[in-house]
């Protein structure tokens, strides 16, 4: 089926390691993004791209980088995991129309715990 | 700038009875809106979205919202409630000037008592 991939669904990790979370979609949309969920605080953007090699920072991009080499991938990579990045991770896609948003299609979330 | 408000945190229902979830939105452009429905440890689903001059919107499992740009609102909706709805709603924006950023609203858990 069409979508969204996420790799790993799980991960621990000691603080200090470095590890890339993959995201891949089939779907040739242009703009990808990761997105952090916590507790009470809903959704927040950490990266997003508009397309191959063109990345920006969003809301809360520190400790985390990102590159764009191909349309399909996506890949978040913490440097160095300190306990403040547990969360629960979400890559999306998404095209845009001239006007509108077509609508955001969201992996299933790579559930992260630095120890 | 945009941003989101969902004026309930949590919505407590009996099932068969309706469901009302309400948004307020500010945006400076022409946003795009959407509905997205969370179960518990699992991904996000889109149920509706607002894209055009339509201003009701019909999603998924009988679920529907209306646009309304004088009151700046998308709140959802459902005649009769399920079981299976119980879950956490987020109501989200975003336009062509805020670039690749979704705002979401703070999300409201809806519980449905048998």
């Known amino acids: 089926n069409a979508g969204v991939t996420q790799t790993p669904k799980f991960q621990v990790l000691k603080t200090g390691q470095s590890m890339t979370l993959q995201c891949a979609q089939d779907?040739?949309?242009?703009?990808m993004s990761w997105y952090r969920q916590d507790p009470g605080m809903g959704l927040r953007l950490i990266h997003y791209s508009v397309g191959a090699g063109i990345t920006d920072q969003g809301e809360v991009p520190n400790g985390y980088n990102v590159s764009r080499s191909t349309t399909e991938d996506f890949p978040l990579r913490l440097l160095s995991a300190a306990p403040s990045q547990t969360s629960v991770y979400f890559c999306?896609?998404?095209?845009?129309?001239?006007?509108?948003?077509?609508?955001?299609?969201f992996g299933s979330g790579t559930r992260l715990t630095v120890v | 700038a945009q941003s989101v408000t969902q004026l309930d945190s949590h919505v407590s229902v009996s099932e068969g009875t309706p469901v009302l979830l309400r948004c307020n939105y500010s945006s400076s452009y022409s946003p795009s809106l959407f509905w997205y429905v969370q179960h518990p440890n699992k991904g996000l689903q889109l149920l509706l979205k607002y894209t055009s001059a339509a201003t009701l919107v019909k999603g998924i499992n009988g679920f529907e919202a209306e646009f309304k740009k004088s009151e700046t609102s998308f709140h959802l909706t459902k005649p009769s409630a399920h079981m299976s709805d119980a879950a956490e709603y987020f109501c989200?924006?975003?336009?062509?000037?805020?670039?690749?950023?979704?705002?979401f609203g703070g999300g409201t858990r809806l519980m449905v008592k048998p």
């Open positions: 779907m040739n949309h242009e703009y």
């Open positions: 989200v924006v975003t336009s062509n000037n805020a670039g690749n950023m979704l705002t």
């Open positions: 999306a896609s998404s095209t845009w129309g001239r006007r509108y948003n077509y609508g955001y299609t």
